[in-house]
């Protein structure tokens, strides 16, 4: 196990991907660490030999929960386990008083929103706004309002400060997705009573890690509908029912860890929890800016950058000149990340003719 007492700086962490020049996708999907290589790899040898066993993957859900607990800002009583975001948010979603309304953003990712649409039939009502206006749309009449720190669309940060002061104003619960912040932005997530996030992205983790955190006032407020055998008090004798006492924390929202993704998961999130969050942002919005410059775009201080592309020629551009960028809602993605360098700008910009 790594020391994690220290910092580690940018390039550093940039030395112990495997590869990276040319790939500008990290908001679909982080590329691997050496060390989560090799350690994928030593869990397949241990499964092939029959050494693995559930109490050592315990081991390692827990090793990940106190490396994401360091990097998001909260004690790792306030952090639960899971697989998907939109399952976690389900449980908000359900908590949701017969005819609450709940505010979201326009366009944000449909694992914030749809679970909270599938509960209308109790009369619960979603308002979608524009991001810059999320904040006006809190009232009195709010129940919740969730969303996104960065936009998955368009890598918009979106305004966390005013959203939280309107919230707290009103005493709305908050739900924040962190999805596309997590790894690349810093991220404190004690300032929300919920948030949410899949580690396959900016963390760089095999997919099927996910992570929520919880506030008292989430803890008082939810109910672990989604509660298993992984979410009692006493994980090994909470296999059988009918009688269960659940944990105390926010343990009582973990669901069974995919076990194959989390020793991966582990390895990542102990390099990340090292990481200056602002150092690691200000080299990629850095990036983000430099190609904005290049390519005549607004400044858009943002680590994924983006404009229209409904045609989707500047996308088939780049990938023609071996570049890995996305597209979403009709507009092209530039991601950059810890492995990137003005290199990959150059390249950006050569591949669009500019």
């Known amino acids: 196990m790594q020391d994690t007492s220290s910092t580690i700086s940018v390039a550093d962490a940039a030395s112990r991907f495997a590869s990276g020049t040319g790939y500008l996708a990290a908001c679909t999907m982080g590329l691997p660490l050496a060390d989560t290589l090799a350690a994928q790899r030593d869990d397949l040898e241990r499964w092939t030999t029959g050494s693995r066993s559930p109490v050592d993957y315990g081991d390692v859900v827990e090793q990940a929960r106190a490396s994401y607990a360091r990097l998001v800002g909260v004690p790792v009583t306030s952090v639960a386990v899971g697989s998907q975001t939109s399952a976690m948010v389900s449980v908000v979603a359900a908590a949701a008083p017969d005819g609450a309304e709940v505010v979201c953003v326009d366009g944000d990712f449909s694992s914030v929103v749809y679970p909270f649409l599938q509960q ?9 706004v524009p991001v810059d206006e999320v904040a006006e749309a809190v009232g009195p009449g709010t129940w919740c309002v969730a969303w996104s720190a960065v936009q998955s669309a368009t890598g918009v940060v979106a305004d966390d400060a005013r959203i939280r002061a309107a919230a707290a104003a009103h005493g709305v619960l908050t739900v924040c997705d962190v999805t ?17 996030g899949h580690a396959y992205k900016w963390l760089c983790c095999p997919r099927g890690a996910a992570f929520m955190t919880l506030s008292e006032r989430a803890l008082a407020q939810l109910r672990p509908v989604q509660a298993g055998w992984y979410a009692g008090d006493s994980v090994w004798s909470s296999c059988y029912g009918p009688a269960m006492q659940l944990a105390h924390d926010a343990r009582a929202f973990d669901v069974s860890p995919a076990w194959p993704a989390w020793p991966g998961a582990a390895a990542a999130l102990e390099t990340f929890a090292r990481l200056d969050p602002a150092e690691t942002w200000a080299h990629a919005s850095g990036l983000g800016d430099e190609l904005c410059r290049r390519l005549d775009l607004p400044d858009q201080h943002q680590a994924i950058v983006t404009w229209a592309d409904p045609d989707g020629r500047a996308a088939a551009s780049m990938g023609e000149a071996g570049l890995t960028v996305s597209a979403r ?12 360098t003005s290199e990959d700008v150059e390249a950006v910009v050569a591949s669009l003719g500019r």
């Open 329 to 340: 809602a009709g507009r092209v993605r530039v991601a950059f990340h810890l492995w990137n």
């Open 120 to 128: 209308a039939h109790r009369g619960v009502t979603v308002r979608s």
């Open 180 to 196: 596309q912040a997590a790894g690349v932005l810093p991220v404190d997530a004690s300032s929300w009573d919920v948030s949410v």
